[in-house]
């Protein structure tokens, strides 16, 4: 349910089974991140592809996986979940030729506390980044996109995924993620989500760190000349 955001309104997840399916494509009719489901936005493995998202989570619970973002599934994917006290963002392709185990970038992270994350790819350059509150976390090499067609979600697993205990360059240590098959486990957000958004290009350092300065405080935000602004908030209509 809708709740006071990091800007405006924002969603409000329990910890028990709330999510949100964000795939775009369903033969049934149904959005409810079955196998009916897949999304054209999400799904497309591009080379150049920019997720942020702000979060507030209200409570950790340690050895669980709480998912904030799942796009993709058990063979290609991408998430970025909080698993004891971090938030851990990453991608994998298992299912590629050659597979790719996964990587993951991690920093710490707080309770009852507004926080922006970001994570960068940059395939021609073969390097993802996460940001977390403006500043740089981390970043590995190596990495490609490939696409997936699995179910999407946000606060919870869809349906398959792939977690690591571990991170950074070639460090991968399985942990239990998915909602679905083998290896299951409760995988439910307890917090609140706002501003998710997805873009096809690369975005700077400079400009993450000056969007995040001004959704923080937007009030102290200063402009000179004509100032558009525009906020694109979650809702559950």
Same mark, same amino acid.
């Not at 058990?74 to 590629?96: D, F, Q, V």
């Not at 760190?209 to 906020?231: A, R, V, W």
């Given at each position: 349910h809708q709740v006071v955001g990091k800007i405006g309104k924002g969603l409000d997840f329990d910890g028990n089974d709330d999510s949100v399916c964000i795939n775009n494509v369903s033969n049934d009719g149904d959005f409810d991140c079955e196998s009916s489901n897949s999304s054209g936005i999400f799904d497309g493995g591009y080379n150049l %592809? $920019?997720?942020?998202? !702000?979060?507030r989570a209200d409570n950790f619970a *340690? *050895?669980?996986?709480?998912m904030l973002l799942d796009i993709g599934g058990g063979s290609n994917g991408i998430n970025m979940y909080i698993y004891n006290s971090k938030i851990y963002a990453g991608a994998w392709s298992t299912g /590629? +030729?050659? /597979? !790719?185990a996964g990587e993951w970038l991690a920093t710490d992270t707080t309770e009852h506390t507004w926080h922006n994350a970001v994570l960068v790819f940059d395939d021609e350059n073969d390097i993802m980044t996460l940001y977390h509150d403006g500043s740089a976390a981390g970043s590995v090499n190596g990495i490609v %996109?490939? *696409?997936h067609g699995d179910e999407d979600a946000l606060g919870d $697993? /869809? +349906?398959a995924s792939r977690c690591s205990s571990t991170y950074g360059e070639d460090q991968y240590s399985g942990i239990a993620c998915n909602n679905s098959g083998g290896n299951t486990a409760d995988t439910e957000f307890d917090g609140r989500l706002d501003e998710f958004?997805? @873009? @096809?290009?690369?975005l700077s350092e400079d400009y993450i760190k000056t969007s995040y300065n001004t959704q923080n405080d937007p009030t102290n935000f &200063? =402009? %000179?000349? &004509? =100032?558009l602004t525009e906020t694109l908030s979650l809702t559950d209509t």
């Amino acid at each position: 349910h809708q709740v006071v955001g990091k800007i405006g309104k924002g969603l409000d997840f329990d910890g028990n089974d709330d999510s949100v399916c964000i795939n775009n494509v369903s033969n049934d009719g149904d959005f409810d991140c079955e196998s009916s489901n897949s999304s054209g936005i999400f799904d497309g493995g591009y080379n150049l %592809e $920019t997720i942020s998202l !702000w979060y507030r989570a209200d409570n950790f619970a *340690n *050895n669980t996986v709480q998912m904030l973002l799942d796009i993709g599934g058990g063979s290609n994917g991408i998430n970025m979940y909080i698993y004891n006290s971090k938030i851990y963002a990453g991608a994998w392709s298992t299912g /590629a +030729d050659p /597979a !790719w185990a996964g990587e993951w970038l991690a920093t710490d992270t707080t309770e009852h506390t507004w926080h922006n994350a970001v994570l960068v790819f940059d395939d021609e350059n073969d390097i993802m980044t996460l940001y977390h509150d403006g500043s740089a976390a981390g970043s590995v090499n190596g990495i490609v %996109e490939y *696409n997936h067609g699995d179910e999407d979600a946000l606060g919870d $697993t /869809a +349906d398959a995924s792939r977690c690591s205990s571990t991170y950074g360059e070639d460090q991968y240590s399985g942990i239990a993620c998915n909602n679905s098959g083998g290896n299951t486990a409760d995988t439910e957000f307890d917090g609140r989500l706002d501003e998710f958004r997805v @873009t @096809t290009t690369a975005l700077s350092e400079d400009y993450i760190k000056t969007s995040y300065n001004t959704q923080n405080d937007p009030t102290n935000f &200063i =402009c %000179e000349g &004509i =100032c558009l602004t525009e906020t694109l908030s979650l809702t559950d209509t």
